[in-house]
C-alpha cells in the first residue's frame, strides 16, 4: 500500500515514514502542497494543514475534486471547527497531533477498507430516472445534470446503492461523513434538504421517523 505523507517537519515526517516502512508500507513523502498536488496517486494521503506553500485545507479541496483517493488528515489543529471543515471538505479521517503510532496505523487501514468498499468500480446507480455515476462523481434525472456538493453527491449515491433500503443515521454518518464523527446528526437533514430541493420533488428522499431515510421513486 502507498502512503503519501505531506508534511514539511523532517521532526515529524522522517520517523513516521520511517514507521510506516516497517509496518510494509511503501512511503512517499513531501513537504509541500504543490508537490502533493504534482504527486502520483497513492492508496492514501496523511495531509498536514500547516504547509509552508497553501493551506492544507486547499489542498484537500483540490485532491477530492479529481479523485476518491482517502485523505487523513494530521495536525495540530484540535478544534471541532476545524475538524468539521476537513470532513465537509472530503477528508476521510481526522487525527490531532500527537498521536500513536498504532491509532494512525488503525485508521490508516479503516479508511482504506472503507475506500475499497465504495461501489467505485461498478456501473451506474440507477432509480428510476435518476443516474448516478460513482466513478465519474456524476449524477443525471432525466436529461438534467445535477449540480451537487461533495456530501450532497456522497448521500445521494449512497442512498441510491440500495433503493427502498432504510438507512440509519448512523450508517449515514458513517458512510458519507467518518467512522468518528460525533457531531449533530441534524447535518444529515441539512443535506437531505438540499437534495430534494435539487431532485425537483421531495418524495425523492422518504423520512423515515425515528429511523433515517430511503431512496423512492415518486409514483
Known amino acids: 500500500m502507498k502512503v503519501l505523507i ?8 522522517e520517523p513516521l515514514a520511517r514507521g510506516l516502512e516497517r509496518e510494509g508500507f511503501q512511503v512517499v513523502r513531501v513537504a509541500t502542497g504543490g508537490e502533493a498536488l504534482r504527486a502520483a496517486e497513492p492508496d492514501v494521503v496523511l495531509l498536514d494543514l500547516r504547509l ?12 477530492r475534486a479529481r479523485s476518491r483517493v482517502p485523505v487523513i488528515m ?3 489543529k484540535g478544534e471541532e471547527l476545524d475538524r468539521v471543515l476537513g470532513l465537509e471538505l472530503g477528508a476521510d479521517d481526522y487525527i490531532v497531533k500527537p498521536f500513536g503510532f498504532r491509532e494512525l496505523v488503525a485508521r490508516i487501514r479503516a479508511v482504506t477498507r472503507r475506500a475499497s468498499a465504495r461501489p467505485d468500480d461498478r456501473g451506474p446507480l440507477l432509480a428510476g430516472a435518476l443516474s448516478i455515476d460513482v466513478r465519474a462523481r456524476r449524477a443525471r434525472l432525466g436529461e438534467r445534470e445535477l449540480e451537487l456538493t461533495l456530501k450532497e453527491f456522497d448521500l445521494l449515491a449512497l442512498l441510491a446503492s440500495d ?12 458512510a458519507v461523513w467518518d467512522t468518528h464523527w460525533y ?4 447535518t444529515i437533514d441539512v443535506h437531505v434538504a438540499a437534495l430534494r430541493r435539487k431532485l425537483g420533488d421531495p418524495r425523492w428522499i422518504e423520512t423515515v421517523r425515528g429511523v433515517g431515510f430511503r431512496l423512492v421513486e415518486p409514483a
Request: proline share 5%; glycine share 8%.
Open 163 to 174: 433503493p427502498g433500503t432504510v438507512f440509519s443515521r448512523q450508517r449515514i454518518l458513517e
Open 52 to 63: 509552508p506553500d497553501m493551506d492544507g485545507f486547499d489542498v484537500c479541496r483540490e485532491l
Open 6 to 13: 505531506v508534511e514539511d517537519e523532517d521532526s515529524i515526517a
Open 74 to 76: 494530521v495536525t495540530a
Open 183 to 186: 457531531g449533530h446528526t441534524k
